[in-house]
């Protein structure tokens, strides 16, 4: 089995920055795509920003110019660049990512989610 941990989350004023990194731990045959996803208070769960494993990106609209997905195969570490914060950034945020252990299938995991909140 595998797990994501994040962290970076925290407190920050509006117009502020915060890098998230997420790091995948375990039995790690190899990752593909990785992503960051968020979920704000009575909203539906949206996909941030996405990366493969050979470096092609998605943004979602809403962050696109701001924020930068980038990951280091390496380190097994996903990392988002959160700049120019707004307050609808406010969310939990959550990694995740398709890892193969090298036993069974590949499976996407979940990591447990940071808190970012951002004020006026």
């Known amino acids: 089995q595998a797990q994501l941990v994040e962290s970076g989350g925290g407190l920050v004023q509006a117009g502020g920055s915060l890098r998230l990194s997420c790091v995948a731990y375990g039995s790690i045959f190899s990752i593909n795509t990785m992503g960051w996803y968020r979920q704000a208070p009575g909203k539906q769960r949206e996909l941030v920003a996405a990366?493969?494993?050979?470096?092609?990106?998605t943004y979602a609209d809403s962050v696109k110019g701001r924020f930068t997905i980038s990951r280091d195969n390496a380190k097994s570490t996903l990392y988002l660049q959160m700049n120019s914060l707004k307050s609808e950034d406010t969310a939990v945020y959550y990694c995740?990512?398709?890892?193969?252990?090298?036993?069974?299938?590949?499976?996407?995991?979940w990591g447990q989610g940071t808190q970012v909140t951002v004020s006026s």
């Open positions: 990366i493969t494993s050979t470096g092609r990106t």
């Open positions: 995740n990512a398709d890892i193969f252990t090298g036993w069974g299938a590949p499976k996407y995991y």
